[in-house]
C-alpha cells in the first residue's frame, strides 16, 4: 500500500473520530430536540476528504457505533439505533458524503460549489432520515417532516455554510502544502 493511501486512511479514521465527537457537542433549545454539530462534520468530511477517503471515514463510524462503540448522538450504540427512528439520517450521512464528493471531483471547489454540494447532501439526509423516521414511528408525513426536519432546516444550513467556508480553506491550505494525496490535488481550489 502506497504511502499517499495510508496517510488518506489514517485522516479518515481522524474524521470518523471528528464525526463521533461532534455528534456528542449538544445542545437544546427546546426539550427533547438535541441540535449537534454533526451535520457539520458530514459536510466538512467531503470537501477535505473527497469522495473516496470521506465515505470510508462514515462508514467506519457507522460500523463502529453499529458494533457498539458509544459514539452516535448521546453516547448511544448498537445496531438498534442504525433501524431505529434515527437511522435513516445515519444512512443517509454514507449516502451524501459519497454524493457530495461525486459533486466536487475534478471541479473547481469554491464556496459556492461546495455549499450547493452540501445543500444536496442535506437533501439526502432529510429524505432518508424522515422517511425511516415516518415508518418506524408510524406517522403521518407532515408529522414526520415536522418532527425530523422542521426545526433543523436553519441551524443545518447555518452548519453546512460554515463547513463549506471552512473546508475549502483547509484543503486549499492543504494542497499547497502538498499534503493532499495527487488524485484530490487535481480538484482545483479556489474561494
Known amino acids: 500500500m502506497r504511502s499517499e493511501n495510508i496517510k488518506m486512511l489514517v485522516l479518515s479514521a481522524l474524521f470518523c473520530a471528528f464525526i463521533a465527537v461532534s455528534a456528542q457537542i449538544s445542545f437544546s433549545f427546546i426539550p427533547q430536540v438535541p441540535f449537534t454539530l454533526q451535520n457539520f462534520a458530514i459536510a466538512l468530511t467531503p470537501i477535505i476528504l473527497g469522495r473516496r477517503y470521506g465515505t470510508i471515514a462514515v462508514l467506519l463510524y457507522l460500523l463502529l457505533g453499529a458494533v457498539g462503540a458509544p459514539i452516535f448522538v448521546q453516547f448511544m450504540a448498537g445496531f438498534g439505533i442504525i433501524v431505529g427512528k434515527t437511522g435513516g439520517y445515519l444512512i443517509g450521512y454514507a449516502v451524501a458524503v459519497f454524493v457530495i464528493g461525486t459533486m466536487l471531483k475534478g471541479r473547481n471547489i469554491t464556496f459556492f460549489r461546495a455549499f450547493l454540494a452540501n445543500i444536496v447532501g442535506l437533501i439526502i439526509i432529510y429524505a432518508l432520515g ?22 433543523f432546516v436553519i441551524p443545518d444550513l447555518v452548519k453546512i455554510a460554515v463547513a463549506s467556508y471552512i473546508g475549502v480553506l483547509v484543503r486549499r491550505r492543504l494542497a499547497s502544502a502538498g499534503l493532499l494525496p495527487a488524485s484530490l490535488r487535481n480538484d482545483q481550489i479556489a474561494v
Do not use: D, E, S, Y
Open 130 to 151: 424522515v422517511t425511516q423516521l415516518k415508518f418506524v414511528m408510524h406517522l403521518p408525513w407532515t408529522q414526520a417532516f415536522g418532527i425530523g426536519m422542521g426545526l
